[in-house]
């Protein structure tokens, strides 16, 4: 969430900023700054008659002392009326609080000044690519024939025990599975990064705190009888162990890493781009978090960048990182690098991490704080990034991998999956 402090003191730079995401906030920043405008008023004027109220109730007992019964109940009826008075201002001020409030969280962070203007995927810019894409050749299968045809992916299972969208993974599928995300969470530790098991179920403040509430409600799954939302990222619950906490000064870096299954309703989505492991409902994740004190937050961003790379280099896999323009930004971010990997039996890219700098944003929601060196309390900030996505991982290893119909392991996943072929 944006400060109000920002908002009062320079509107039209937040206007202009927001329009890079293609977000006319006009209409909503100028009624913010009527009701910030509002809200100090009739803090005032609340402040002044309390402060009325309370000096003139002082004078009730020595009025009474002194025998002056009318004037005392004169001043009872004054203070009668100012306790009223009181009231209808506290009223008032709730009411254009709520109002402020829920025209604050419409608002989307502000895009950093290295994210370029554009609408959507085909605007974002190219800034690294690397290692060769591989030539299969004519007979090359998608991945979901390999899987259907090495028995490893059960995609037909899946919808008799749910429906589309969560596979069940069998034999050594399962181990490849189970291979990837220890290897993931391996790397990450010896990184520096606390590995810590969240739940998978987050109450509405969580959700609210990472910017997931209300924004994506209707991409969440709700379990409607406890309030609880099934996680769509472990970035939810992770970030959240840090909700109304004031760090000191030099508990910086924070740096932890998860692994959820993650569970999205990915509500819209139809056609050749969900065949397969392309979009699931139910997808595993490994991630990593951090928060930072603001000037160090961008050189934390190029080491989060550089070590998710790392991985997919270990790999093998073809991929490029992208910067998303501000049309293909998510609501909460002010700057984003997606990772792809090339599906060389589909010829086509697919996103596999999304490296993200959330500056103060998500902070700010969370209430999540620092006691700089001066001893003044600072707003924090928040980065993520996923180390790795699996199912489109699985998915590129498949086909980029397959050779005489069958799949060759990436020697850097051998010790974890204790196999080197799937046949």
């Keep these: 969430m944006l400060t109000l402090k920002l908002l009062r003191e320079n509107p039209e730079f937040v206007i202009k900023k927001l329009a890079v995401k293609n ?8 009624k913010i700054v009527g009701l910030d405008k509002n809200r100090r008023a009739l803090q005032v004027e609340l402040d002044s008659c309390l402060a ?45 609080n709520s109002e402020l409030e829920s025209l604050m969280v419409l608002l989307p962070n502000i895009p ?13 810019v190219v800034v690294k690519m690397g290692n060769e894409i591989p030539d299969l050749g004519p007979d090359a299968l998608p991945h979901w024939e390999l899987a259907r045809k090495l028995d490893i992916i059960d995609f037909d299972l899946g919808v008799k025990l749910t429906g589309a969208g969560f596979p069940v993974y069998k034999g050594k599928g399962a181990r490849l599975q189970r291979a990837l995300i220890n290897m993931f969470l391996d790397i990450n530790t010896s990184a520096g990064y606390l590995e810590v098991e969240p739940p998978v179920l987050v109450n509405e403040a969580s959700g609210f705190g990472t910017g997931q509430l209300p924004d994506k409600e209707g991409q969440m799954y709700h379990a409607n009888l406890d309030n609880y939302y099934l996680v769509p990222t472990a970035e939810v619950p992770v970030t ?11 508990d910086f ?50 080491e989060m960048i550089a070590h998710v790379e790392g991985i997919v280099n270990r790999l093998g896999l073809p991929y490029r990182i992208l910067r998303l323009c501000g049309g ?27 490296v993200s700098n959330f500056e103060s944003y998500q902070a700010n929601r969370l209430k999540l704080r620092y006691r700089d060196a001066d001893g003044k309390i600072q707003l924090a900030h928040t980065l993520n990034g996923s180390s790795l996505a ?34």
């Design 23 to 30: 977000f006319d906030a006009a209409e909503i920043v100028h």
């Design 52 to 96: 009325v109220q309370k000096q003139k109730a002082s004078q009730i007992g020595g009025l009474m002392k002194e025998g002056k019964r009318e004037e005392a109940e004169a001043v009872k009826a004054e203070v009668a009326a100012l306790k009223e008075k009181s009231k209808e201002l506290e009223t008032a001020s709730e009411q254009n």
């Design 112 to 124: 950093c000044d290295m994210v370029p203007e554009g609408k959507g995927a085909e605007d974002n």
């Design 240 to 250: 959240n162990i840090y909700r109304d906490v004031i760090l000191g000064n030099n």
């Design 253 to 302: 870096p924070v740096k932890m890493t998860a692994y959820t299954p993650c569970f999205r309703r990915e509500a819209g989505s139809y056609g050749k781009d969900v065949r397969g492991l392309n979009r699931l409902h139910q997808f595993d994740k490994v991630e990593i978090v951090r928060i930072e004190k603001p000037e160090n937050s961008y050189a934390a961003l190029d």
């Design 328 to 354: 293909d930004m998510s609501f909460t971010s002010a700057i984003t690098y997606d990772f792809e990997v090339y599906s060389a039996a589909q010829g086509r890219w697919l996103e596999i991490s999304s």
């Design 390 to 423: 699996l199912p489109r991982v699985v998915a590129a290893l498949l086909e980029d991998c397959q050779k005489d119909g069958k799949i060759v392991i990436p020697e850097a996943l051998r010790p974890y999956t204790g196999f080197d072929i799937i046949d």
